[in-house]
């Protein structure tokens, strides 16, 4: 039954990464978020269990409008043609911060996020900003996990609190 949710040759490469006969990731492709990927983008964030505010902060005029923020930093990771990652960024000048970071659960080859993460983190650094930072919702341990391995602390000293104008962004 998997064979028919991805093609051969995807299924075949995928083993053959899972199994290290592959050391490159060079057929996955690093490049910016355009207005087009925007639904295979949601399709992602709903695949890998983000929530999604399609009213708000998440619609696409939203999105759209982003992208031409000198502050945002949105990059997508394709494989096969297909997006199997997304990074949003942004920043203040001062700190990084990574909105959203998603790869597809059935994605190949394994860091993907990886390379997204440290795509991201290079453009901050070129931009003299030396701090990144990220929320994390409490239910997520993977993501938790993905950011400590990454070299991420956990602050435990830090509140968070938010104000919203509309209860759907």
């Given at each position: ?33 355009r207005a087009a990927d925007y639904d295979a983008t949601i399709s992602l964030w709903r695949e890998s ?104 602390e956990k602050c435990e000293d830090i509140i968070y609190f938010r104000k919203k104008l509309n209860p759907d962004v």
């Amino acid at each position: 039954m998997l064979a028919h949710a991805i093609s051969y040759p995807s299924f075949f490469r995928c083993l053959a990464y899972y199994h290290g006969y592959f050391t490159s990731m060079s057929e996955v492709i690093i490049r910016p978020l355009r207005a087009a990927d925007y639904d295979a983008t949601i399709s992602l964030w709903r695949e890998s269990g983000l929530p999604y505010f399609s009213q708000g902060r998440d619609s696409k005029d939203e999105i759209i409008r982003q992208l031409s923020l000198p502050t945002s930093i949105f990059l997508v990771a394709e494989f096969d043609g297909k997006i199997v990652g997304v990074i949003l960024g942004t920043h203040d000048g001062r700190k990084g911060w990574i909105n959203r970071l998603a790869v597809s659960p059935h994605s190949c080859p394994v860091g993907v996020a990886r390379r997204l993460l440290e795509a991201v983190e290079k453009r901050f650094s070129q931009l003299g900003i030396g701090i990144f930072s990220c929320l994390i919702e409490g239910w997520n341990a993977r993501s938790m996990k993905f950011f400590r391995s990454a070299g991420y602390e956990k602050c435990e000293d830090i509140i968070y609190f938010r104000k919203k104008l509309n209860p759907d962004v």
